[in-house]
């Protein structure tokens, strides 16, 4: 099954993070097994330290764990997807111990966002906890934004004390469609929402358009060269110094994304488009 998709993938830091020598706090990972493709998209807590950590760690977690959990179970069982959250906290526990088994530990690395899909022979799932951006069969989703820019977090089921009440930081199931119908699936971080809006805007220096999310699954080019979305991302991110001569001086122009910006584009390789950007 998973021969029938290719896969793109890119990511970049944000102006904003860029602008205060920050780290691209994003992180994705890609696992293609015999009957399974799965992927997924993290993204750390801008305001903590280590959070790029957790957001890598979180990536890569998530992947493996759903990749050995599918050896066991099926995923249309009520339990799968409980059983995946329990076993990653199981593992963020771990780590948090061998750290000190301090709460600041979890606060401090392990606090990120995530998105993912897991596509099967019978059944695509987009799934996650928190922000992000999803597109299946041409029909884009923004989850998000959360009051006070707070998304939930995984590792909030850790400090999560029994008294107040049941946990409510559950994977959620965001879509679920035969997998005979899905023609392309694009899952990305909270800051593909700004490259959604800038759709109109004109490239840094340049007369030519963004253009639409579309792009990314539609156009070939995308699955031709492994760095090809990383170039546009940074081409719309691109930093430029400009004249002002009414000003009488040179003013920065900075790009269109502020956050940190990480897409997953697949698509069936039967799938045949005009090249659009």
């Excluded at 993204?43 to 280590?50: A, E, F, I, V, W």
């Excluded at 996650?128 to 041409?138: C, P, Q, R």
């Excluded at 579309?214 to 691109?238: E, T």
């Excluded at 910006?261 to 069936?268: N, V």
């Amino acid at each position: 099954m998973p021969q029938h998709f290719e896969i793109a993938v890119g990511s970049i830091l944000g102006q904003d993070h860029r602008r205060v020598s920050q780290n691209n706090q994003d992180a994705w990972a890609i696992l293609t097994r015999d009957q399974a493709t799965i992927a997924v998209v993290c993204d750390g807590c801008g305001s903590r330290q280590g959070s790029g950590v957790g957001a890598e760690l979180g990536a890569q977690l998530t992947a493996q764990t759903l990749a050995k959990l599918l050896v066991e179970e099926r995923p249309e069982d009520e339990q799968f997807w409980q059983t995946l959250k329990e076993r990653l906290l199981g593992v963020l526990q771990a780590f948090q111990q061998q750290l000190g088994a301090d709460s600041q530990v979890l606060l401090d690395y392990f606090l990120f966002t995530m998105i993912g899909c897991l596509i099967t022979a019978k059944t695509t799932w987009i799934f996650g906890l928190g922000d992000g951006v999803f597109a299946i069969n041409e029909q884009i989703h923004r989850i998000g934004p959360f009051v006070d820019n707070a998304p939930p977090y995984l590792a909030y089921s850790l400090l999560w004390a029994a008294e107040k009440g049941a946990n409510p930081f559950h994977l959620q199931i965001y879509a679920q469609q035969p997998t005979e119908q899905v023609q392309s699936v694009l899952i990305g971080s909270d800051g593909v929402g700004s490259l959604i809006d800038a759709e109109a805007e004109c490239l840094p220096g340049k007369s030519e358009r963004v253009g639409q999310l579309h792009q990314f699954w539609r156009s070939d080019r995308y699955f031709q060269n492994p760095d090809q979305i990383r170039r546009r991302l940074a081409q719309i991110n691109r930093e430029i110094v400009q004249p002002d001569w009414t000003a009488q001086q040179v003013r920065k122009v900075p790009g269109l994304l502020p956050d940190d910006t990480t897409l997953i584009s697949i698509r069936r390789k039967s799938t045949v488009e005009e090249d659009c950007c």
